[in-house]
């Protein structure tokens, strides 16, 4: 028979933990050799992306110096100096321009007489010198017209590079050409000399030719780049950088690659290499480019790479070893204390469980917030209903600082409080305002000391209920005593105006009468009269919100009533930059109220949220039905930068506006207010302004009409 006893049993268990520790060990090593196969293409193909950044950097700079200079001669062509005979004159003419341009590259400057075939040279510091010859002619063809220039091909001569940018001189038919003769050691080196890739990656210029103009190997320079590699290192092959030069660079092409090379700044040995390059259009007539390079070697990313490869490959061996040695380890100190624990384990098992039992009955079947802290305010423990309210678990809020949960001005207040519990070892009231949460919630917290057998603080327990409708209903019923005032208050005001109001209309109107109209007298008049009906327009509005609170006798199906609303406001809203979206609760009973009037509110709303929003945002509509206080709600939401908590108190007061100066009256929630409240509904404002950049800012306003009951209908 099989031996099935303990001990084999447990051997078995032992064999498979250190098999299955090797699989993932090697599983492991392969992921890892994968990732940094990855990760070394991904670095490489990004550094090369970069190097073509710094490509087209060096070819805009090309581009501009070269096309600075053409300018130059473009000016010096066309400026009437002096007869071309006058050397003197143009001696000193020349002299100072020369010593703005010799900077750029510009070794001399000729006047060439196309006729005569004869040339005078200019260089710096001395005078002109006469020549016969034209170093570098161009065919009959190509010479340029007024206000053209010709650039000619490099050209190697002595020690350097040159090219001539040629333009006529005076009219074209005087025969005489202006040429800027340029060093291009002397134009490029200033411009690519300080130029890095990574570490040492450097660049260089070939023409359309295939000849260096460019290169920190001062010997290429001049030379075709196809034979000077192969003419400095005969024993070696460079056929991808000819197939790079000949198919790409050499076509006007941008790219990136890499290949094989044999030097690099001055390091002589077989290497891989990246390049980036792009050409540098230099003309169009006749078509002229060339090309530049921007180069790396790829050890250079390879040893960092490796580098990071080791000290992954050790850190996750070590992991894995300390892993298994500690799965090891723990096995075998269970088989050695598992028989002596396992008779201990079961009897506490079994009193913990009645403390458990004892200690859930009390406390998680409590829908009060309790938990415990210790003197740094620490979570020692917490209820169900405490951890769902903050979306976690009593687990992960172990050992947290309760200044984690609550803003910094209440955490500091509850905090204190707590170590005045420690101090004076009774019991601590406080309210906390819970401000993550929206709405926000407002707590009454009791801090009692927990004590030990020694008579010493060991924790401290709070006890918090909610009091969130308490203060809600506290602060309406202050604002509406606050409103019942100022209505009365309006409406004595808004009579005593209307009197004088209307014996100005009156005069105003009788004086149109007697003035032509079109006449200047006739058009102040309107304006009197204009503003005169603005004022009236106001006291009807603070006169509508102190009328009698009457029931309205009329019906209203909030849903038709709002979507016509929207219909009328949607297109106007979305162009400015805010998306509209509803949620309408289906079979909405009747509410008491004019439509009319309603919609006078709702479109309000929809201004005001739609004016806190200058950037665009969302604006979201619902409607629902409160079947235990029988009222219809209506919520209109936005997702703009709120009302400051200190505003709050004050959105219904006449004439109060944050807008600026002329882009409200103030009048708008106000007569909002008296509307609603007329039909015996409210009106209730909810507002979260972002403390700091990335948090949720908006405005929800919530309006209750009461059901339309039968009897009524």
Not at 49 to 60: F, G, N, Y
Not at 205 to 212: K, N, S, T, V
Not at 554 to 570: H, P, Q
Not at 674 to 685: A, L, R, T, V
Request: hydrophobic share 40%; with cysteine.
């Amino acid at each position: 028979m099989e031996d099935v006893s303990p001990k084999n049993r447990q051997k078995r268990i032992g064999g498979i933990i250190v098999a299955v520790a090797v699989l993932v060990l090697l599983t492991a090593v392969a992921i890892h050799f994968r990732f940094m196969m990855q990760m070394e293409m991904l670095v490489r193909n990004q550094f090369n992306q970069e190097q073509l950044t710094v490509a087209r950097i060096i070819q805009k700079l090309v581009e501009k110096s070269l096309n600075t200079l053409e300018q130059e001669l473009l000016h010096i062509a066309g400026m009437d100096a002096a007869p071309v005979s006058d050397t003197a004159a143009w001696q000193a003419f020349l002299q100072p321009k020369f010593e703005q341009i010799s900077t750029a590259g510009v070794t001399e400057i000729h006047i060439w007489n196309r006729t005569s075939d004869s040339l005078r040279v200019f260089s710096r510091g001395d005078a002109f010198q006469e020549s016969p010859v034209l170093i570098s002619p161009l065919a009959p063809e190509l010479l340029p017209g007024p206000g053209e220039i010709r650039v000619t091909q490099p050209r190697k001569n002595g020690a350097g590079v040159f090219i001539f940018m040629i333009t006529p001189l005076g009219s074209s038919e005087s025969g005489y050409f202006l040429l800027f003769r340029i060093n291009l050691s002397w134009f490029l080196t200033p411009l690519l000399k300080d130029v890095r890739s990574g570490i040492s990656g450097y660049a260089w210029i070939i023409d359309d030719h295939g000849r260096f103009l460019y290169h920190p190997f001062t010997d290429f320079v001049g030379r075709s780049a196809f034979t000077a590699r192969s003419e400095t290192y005969p024993d070696q092959t460079f056929v991808e950088i000819d197939r790079i030069q000949k198919e790409e660079m050499l076509q006007g092409r941008e790219g990136i690659g890499s290949y094989y090379s044999v030097w690099h700044r001055g390091f002589a040995g077989k290497m891989s290499k990246l390049i980036a390059f792009c050409p540098i259009h230099i003309s169009q007539t006749p078509r002229q480019f060339w090309s530049v390079a921007v180069v790396a070697p790829t050890h250079e990313i390879s040893n960092a790479l490796k580098q990071i490869h080791r000290w992954l490959f050790a850190l996750q061996g070590m992991v894995i070893l300390v892993v298994v040695a500690s799965a090891a380890a723990l096995y075998l100190f269970q088989i050695r204390f598992s028989r002596g624990l396992e008779k201990l384990v079961d009897v506490r098992t079994r009193e913990l469980k009645r403390s458990e039992e004892k200690y859930r009955l009390l406390i998680e079947s409590a829908e009060d917030f309790i938990f415990t802290l210790d003197k740094s305010a620490r979570l020692k423990s917490v209820n169900s209903y405490t951890a769902n309210f903050f979306g976690s678990d009593a687990e992960h809020l172990m050992d947290r600082p309760l200044a984690d949960l609550l803003s910094d001005g209440v955490a500091r207040r509850n905090i204190k409080a707590i170590q005045q519990v420690y101090a004076t070892l009774r019991s601590v009231r406080e309210e906390i305002e819970i401000r993550s949460v929206d709405p926000p919630v407002w707590l009454n917290a009791n801090y009692m000391p927990l004590k030990n057998e020694a008579g010493e603080i060991s924790a401290v327990l709070c006890i918090a209920r909610d009091i969130t409708e308490n203060k809600n209903l506290q602060r309406h019923l202050v604002t509406t005593e606050k409103l019942a005032a100022l209505g009365t208050l309006a409406a004595g005001v808004a009579h005593e105006i209307n009197n004088p109001l209307g014996v100005i209309l009156g005069f105003c109107d009788l004086l149109l009468r007697k003035q032509p109209p079109g006449s200047q007298i006739y058009e102040d008049l309107k304006i009197i009269e204009r503003q005169g009906l603005n004022c009236k327009d106001i006291v009807e509005n603070l006169l509508s919100f102190a009328r009698d609170n009457k029931v309205s006798e009329e019906s209203t199906d909030l849903n038709t009533c709002l979507e016509e609303i929207i219909k009328v406001a949607r297109h106007s809203i979305e162009r400015q930059g805010v998306t509209v979206k509803t949620d309408i609760g289906r079979r909405l009973p009747l509410v008491r109220g004019d439509p009319r009037q309603l919609q006078q509110v709702f479109l309000n709303l929809m201004n005001n949220a739609v004016g806190a929003m200058p950037q665009g945002g969302v604006l979201t509509i619902g409607t629902s039905f409160e079947k235990a206080a029988r009222r219809v709600v209506v919520k209109v939401s936005d997702t703009g930068s709120g009302i400051p908590e200190s505003d709050l108190d004050h959105i219904y007061e006449p004439f109060f506006t944050t807008k600026p100066e002329g882009e409200g009256t103030g009048l708008g929630l106000f007569v909002s207010y008296g509307i609603i409240n007329s039909f015996g509904g409210s009106i209730h404002c909810e507002s979260r302004v972002a403390e700091q950049t990335g948090d949720r800012s908006g405005t929800t306003f919530i309006v209750k009409l009461p059901q339309r009951s039968q009897e009524d209908l």
